[in-house]
C-alpha cells in the first residue's frame, strides 16, 4: 500500500499513517459505489422512473455537493 500512496506524495510517518487510514476507509467502501446504479437501473427496468430518478439525483447532487463542501474543510 506504501508504494501507491508514495505516488501522490511522500512525506513524513505522520503522513504516511493518514494516508493509510484514508485508503483503507475508502476502500472498505468502494463496494457502496455501484449500487446506486444498479438500483437506479432496476427501477427503471421495473417501469419506476419517479424512483430511479430521485435515487439518481439524491446520489449526485444530493449526497455529493454538501459532501465536497463539508470535506473540504477536513
Known amino acids: 500500500m506504501g508504494a501507491i500512496i508514495n505516488i501522490f506524495?511522500?512525506?513524513?510517518?505522520?503522513?504516511?499513517?493518514?494516508a493509510v487510514?484514508?485508503?483503507?476507509?475508502?476502500?472498505?467502501?468502494c463496494f457502496l459505489i455501484p449500487?446506486?446504479?444498479?438500483?437506479?437501473?432496476?427501477?427503471?427496468?421495473?417501469?419506476?422512473p419517479v424512483p430511479a430518478a430521485v435515487i439518481s439525483l439524491c446520489?449526485?447532487?444530493i449526497l455529493l455537493i454538501p459532501a465536497v463542501l463539508v470535506f473540504s474543510y477536513f
Request: hydrophobic share 40%.
Open 59 to 61: 446520489r449526485q447532487i
Open 9 to 18: 506524495g511522500q512525506g513524513s510517518d505522520l503522513y504516511q499513517e493518514f
Open 21 to 29: 487510514k484514508c485508503f483503507r476507509i475508502y476502500l472498505s467502501a
Open 35 to 48: 449500487a446506486g446504479a444498479v438500483i437506479g437501473i432496476f427501477f427503471q427496468s421495473i417501469g419506476k
